[in-house]
């Protein structure tokens, strides 16, 4: 399809010219710059751009031991253009730092990447092993955007200043190997100042800041990112904890020690929200927490176009659509929380004539300040009554929340508390179909009105007979599909809530229908159990508007090395763009389109060599290997893909 008014050809020479990092020489980036700076159809004066395409990389095997071990690129992007003519450009990755390094603070100190800190910002040690401690740091990068600030200034920015916002969502391993340290400490979230090459585009970290998070109580397990349409970077907060049996949460417990220094100090209602950091013109940032928007497993937040609608990705069991439509543009402090029921004829297959229908439950409006200050306020038995057993009352109701089914009663006057506090059981109390499973990353399509939607299972809940699916809720199909599936959701104006009353939105969701899925297979010769020329248990989800292109990160306990694809929503063709090291996560997407001119597609990942039962095959090779690359498991890459041309003859338009 044709994206005349979109890319100039000038402009799409820019793409992925980050650093010549493969054998090129030195000058390829500013020869192929030069090159088109000159007349004819390089000069910018007209040829648009036609299209945009990925080759597919093949999947590394332990033929190349190596490359399973680390970040694995071998694909190509093409570039055609109305001309007929075309670029070809090789794709690379460029890592900005592995966790663990010490990097610049921009005070002329070094900062530990990745590094916890406590409710007073004071490094956390790791004194597992007695004689070694250290600060704890995380091998687990996650949500990343990457944005400019107007009129910014940062001291050792030589081309122009450029920011990533970086999360991390938990460590895996205290140094022991043997101390599980997921969800027991605060999650860090870091400004990346970054020095933008005006001649390569080559981006060159210069300063590292740790944001301060204790105003907001801290952070738990942030997980998925989004950048605003108004440029903020919009967090989460997944796995909320439940407060109805926090007493029992020996890991939440941690938390709160690592956090606070006492077990019992952290309020788990002031958890499982939705933070937005706020980048500063010197490379600083500050946060807020948005009370208002749900307490849920929230995974990826995308706001649409409008500046006001905003479509969750609810990472749980028992998990649900949920929008939150904003009072005012770019304002998520107050507005309606939405969750929606599932109409007839839900399908994860493909080739599925239509979608189901949603329809939407209204469950409250609210600001942030009055939920927080319940959240403050409140123990969970002031909101509502929660029994693990029929107590034969006909004044419970029976939902499945979690996994778990309950009966629940809401105490009078605490319908607003319990739809912002208690958003799972409240929305299963409303009517609204909880039924999917690993719900995570969620991005939008704008010129077709289409949002994306990942599955990262297709199991337990939504699986008709098992125990967590509820009878009628719309979610159902006949058998798991562990390999996940994404979803297209179609967005309309003109929508009402289930009460008659009108929705405040352009882009409300109003059908769902599966757009890829994975395929389990009997576990191959190197150990997959999923078809690793599939996707396979998506999360990351991205979109590019000018590249037509979504962009889906797996996490995948099914594929021995988790990969990058590329899915032309035209074309239908999907690519493996890039492998992550064996046992890791890929994480941090985030598709740029234009930022001074060139094109980035970030990227991170997590716990290499965090082995499962699939890597039984490639263990004992791949373990000495990923321990020499990444600081023995603990430490993971935060970067982004770049690419240089592999030829620099430029025909006139």
Sequence with gaps: MSQSSMLSRRKTLQMFAGIPLLPLGA??????????????????????????????????TLATPAAMATTTVGSTMKVTFEDTTSQNYTLAYQPFFITGDMVSDGKGGKILAGGYVDINNKPITDATVPGSERQFFSDSPDGTSLLTVPDAKVDGVKGKPVFAVVQFEYTTWA??????????????IAVLTLDQDQATGKL?????????????HGLWITCGASLSPWGTHLSSEEYE????????????????????????AANPYNYGHMPEVYVNKDGTASIKKHFCMGRISHELVQVMPDKRTALMGDDATNS????????????????????????????????????????WIKLGSATSAEIEKLAATLKPTDIMTVASKDPGDTSFTKIVANGKTEWIKINPGMDKAAA???????????????GFTKMEGTTVNAKDKVAYSALQNCQSSMVAGNAANVPGNGVSIPKALNAGAVMALNLRGNQKDTSGAAINSEWMPVDTKALLAGEDITADALGNTGNPNKICNPDNLKFSEKMRTLFIGEDSSQHVNNFLWAYNIDTKALSRIMSIPAGGESTGLHAVDEINGWTYIMSNFQHAG????????????????????????????????????????????
């Design 204 to 216: 060159s970290l210069v300063k590292y800041h740790n944001v301060d998070t204790s105003k907001v």
């Design 241 to 264: 904890p439940d407060a109805f049996s926090i007493d029992k949460n020996t890991m939440f417990k941690a938390y709160s020690k690592n956090l606070y220094g006492n077990e019992s």
């Design 175 to 188: 140094q022991d190997g043997k101390s599980d340290m997921y969800g027991k400490l605060p999650s860090p």
């Design 610 to 653: 965090d082995w499962g039962g699939i890597h039984n095959v490639v263990k004992e090779t791949l373990d000495p290997l990923i321990k020499a690359n990444y600081k023995n498991k603990a430490g993971a890459a935060v970067g982004y893909l770049t690419g240089t041309p592999k030829q620099l003859s430029l025909r006139s338009s």
């Design 27 to 60: 000058g390829a980036s500013s020869l192929l710059l030069s090159a088109c700076g000159g007349g004819g159809g390089g000069d910018g004066t007209g040829v648009a751009v036609k299209s945009v395409s990925f080759t597919s990389m093949a999947a590394p």
């Design 320 to 359: 649900a659509y949920f929008v939150f439509v904003a009072d005012k543009e770019t304002d998520l402090s107050s507005g309606t929380l939405y969750a929606a029921k599932v109409g007839a004829g839900f399908s994860i297959s493909p080739s599925a004539t239509s979608g189901a229908p949603l329809t």
């Design 420 to 434: 912002f506090l208690e958003t799972h059981r409240y929305a299963a109390f409303k009517g609204a179909s909880m």
